[in-house]
């Protein structure tokens, strides 16, 4: 796991970028070594944190043994021992033991898109072809290692993160994107390619671009899941496949030359891949837990019965968060603004984890690829009304059933209809649905948010992300699979891999997750929407029932709790002063969100007449980021 950047130049003004800067900024995502490279009016920078061949040959920027390309690589590619023997077997020979080694010659093989079409892994590289002067930069195929670009009037800058992008390009634009800062009210997150800043852009997962002269010169998709593949397993054979997969999966995870462990929540995906890992090694496993002095947060016993039924040697914290100091210093790194508030928590248990090990494992995709969401049920529901024409029958015995108990009730307040979401979502089309139970600041609510001229310089419909995956997953026939594939192109890379990756990689810390093995993912999303939500509305049904034989009975089907913060009481109490300075006193976000609105939901948060967390914690965010970077609008 490493940190990656460059520029190719077109104005031949070297002055124009500042390499060393840059790859200082990202020192946190690799302590252990560092380089650059400079040639034909490319630099290279590059940050490593060791985990396959500790040795000096692993050094980056790296160059072939011709001297025509040159590389800079994070991530890891899982399958690089089969990829060596391949190579060996064809007449290459390699100085060191590293991944890096063979992806480069792997590229110097096949090509660009040959290259990518074989690699298993986790992965954002840059290749700099001296003979064709063109650029190549990948990520991989589920978006779990970033990478944010800029063109420029001296040519492209490349960078896993944006502080380093302007580190490297110190007169690029901060100027903000009113289209992105609407969809992160939305979502929570900015979705790809776009980032707050309208001069920079994220490349999306499964994509890959060419450069040339310092100009994008192609741009283009190299994977996708084939939505019209379809499995024939049965129910006990796609159970037994699955259990395959994914101990194939873990197995590749566990190869490192440094301290290896996993985080363990107590949920499903955690628990099941630290079973799968204590399957396949002999000597107990660390596992790492954070609780919280809140109950209502609190999953560290049940990760503490997994410990004890799988002997792992388990390491738990009671987590008494410094929001205050995290916060800013995070939002620093993500760039962007992000309110995804479980980032804390997950920076928590990285840095406890990082006391022992450099590399954990975690149960990251699970929920996308198996249908682990509550709105997964509330979508599938009402897809299945719609689908038996009952729809407006059900709306109609639903609104009545709310008038009459509004009739039954004495005194009290009334519930209009539709007033839970269950019944609001009843009288929404299908994208609109899914964005309602997944909103922030539903659209009516952002309308009487935003100042009008702020408004009015937005480009698109917030449905835009989701519209374009939905558009893909047309062959699917199962309506949850197109729900799922959705997920898995926003939600997924956007908001949880984000997150992981920032959360880990400030401590120095690499994470890998069995479900993001892109075989796994193409296995799932082949499998019948029935074996996903099961019997009563059973989320992650095939999953469950595979592994069941793993755990005491009954483990795996409680309540699901995520893995969030109380960021209610955090607002309240010691965020108090912070959100009074940085929200209600910010000059730019004056211009973008009405007074009025933002001061009545601070003053009914804080006087306790409404819980508006969700909403006040997503523009403090906004508002750190704004004052961090110092965004102009």
Not at 61 to 80: A, H, K, Q
Not at 132 to 144: A, F, I, K, Q, W
Not at 373 to 397: N, Q
Request: hydrophobic residues 40%; charged residues 25%.
């Amino acid at each position: 796991m490493c940190g990656i950047l460059g520029y190719l130049d077109s104005a031949r003004r070297p002055g124009a970028w500042r390499l060393d800067a840059a790859v200082g900024a990202l020192h946190h995502r690799g302590p252990d070594d560092s380089g650059t490279w400079l040639g034909g009016g490319v630099g290279l920078g590059f940050v490593r944190l060791s985990i396959i061949d500790l040795s000096p040959a692993g050094h980056q920027p790296m160059l072939s043994p011709d001297g025509r390309y040159t590389i800079v690589f994070n991530g890891e590619i899982y399958n690089f021992p089969e990829l060596r023997s391949q190579l060996e077997a064809a007449g290459e020979r390699f100085v060191g033991h590293s991944d890096t080694e063979v992806l480069l010659r792997l590229f110097q093989r096949l090509g660009l898109e040959g290259c990518v079409a074989r690699l298993r892994g986790m992965f954002a590289f840059a290749v700099w072809d001296s003979s064709e002067h063109t650029l190549s930069v990948v990520r991989d195929r589920l978006g779990v290692k970033p990478l944010v670009y800029a063109e420029t009037a001296n040519g492209f800058a490349f960078a896993s993160e944006i502080g380093s992008l302007f580190e490297l390009v110190p007169d690029l634009s901060r100027r903000v994107d009113p289209t992105a800062i609407d969809h992160y009210l939305t979502y929570q997150y900015v979705p790809s390619p776009r980032t707050g800043f309208a001069a920079i852009r994220k490349l999306p997962p499964a994509h890959a671009m060419v450069v040339r002269d310092g100009r994008i010169e192609r741009c283009f998709r190299y994977w996708d899941i084939d939505p019209t593949q379809r499995s024939q397993l049965s129910f006990a054979e796609a159970a037994e496949a699955l259990r395959e997969q994914v101990l194939e999966a873990t197995r590749l995870r566990m190869v490192a030359d440094v301290p290896l462990g996993a985080f363990l929540s107590g949920g499903v995906d955690s628990s099941i891949t630290v079973a799968a890992m204590a399957r396949q090694r002999g000597d107990a496993i660390k596992t790492y837990a954070i609780g919280f002095e809140d109950e209502g947060l609190d999953e560290s016993r049940y990760a503490r019965e997994v410990a004890r039924h799988l002997g792992t040697d388990h390491h738990e914290a009671i987590c008494r968060p410094d929001a205050v100091a995290l916060l800013p210093q995070l939002i620093g790194q993500l760039g962007e603004p992000f309110a995804d508030n479980s980032i804390l928590p997950t920076y928590y248990v990285a840095e406890f984890a990082r006391r022992d090990v450099t590399v954990a494992l975690t149960g990251d995709g699970g929920d996308e690829a198996f249908a682990g969401y509550r709105r997964h049920l509330h979508l599938d529901r009402v897809d299945r009304l719609e689908g038996r024409g009952l729809l407006p029958a059900w709306r109609g015995l639903r609104r009545a059933t709310v008038a009459l108990e509004n009739g039954l009730r004495r005194g009290g307040r009334k519930r209009a209809f539709p007033h839970a979401v269950g019944d609001q979502i009843l009288t929404l089309p299908p994208l609109e649905r899914f964005r309602h139970l997944v909103a922030y600041f539903p659209e009516a609510e952002k309308a009487g948010l935003l100042v009008p001229a702020f408004r009015a310089a937005i480009e698109e419909d917030s449905l835009a992300s989701l519209q374009a995956a939905w558009d893909r997953s047309a062959g699917q026939s199962d309506r949850l699979n197109r729900w799922l594939y959705v997920d898995s192109q926003t939600y997924l890379p956007d908001d949880i891999l984000a997150k992981v990756d920032i959360a880990s990689m400030a401590v120095s810390l690499e994470c890998r997750s069995p479900f993001l093995d892109h075989r796994v993912v193409e296995f799932a999303a082949s499998l019948p929407a029935a074996y996903k939500l099961g019997p009563r509305g059973r989320g992650k049904h095939l999953l469950k029932s595979a592994f069941a034989d793993w755990f005491p009975a009954g483990f795996l089907d409680r309540k699901k709790m995520g893995f969030s913060a109380p960021t209610g009481r955090w607002l309240r109490e010691d965020l108090q002063p912070m959100l009074r300075h940085s929200l209600l006193g910010s000059p730019a976000l004056q211009g973008w969100l009405q007074p009025a609105t933002v001061n009545r939901l601070v003053d009914d948060h804080l006087s306790g007449r409404a819980s508006h967390a969700k909403r006040l914690w997503s523009l403090l965010c906004l508002a750190l980021w704004v004052e961090r970077f110092g965004v102009v609008g």
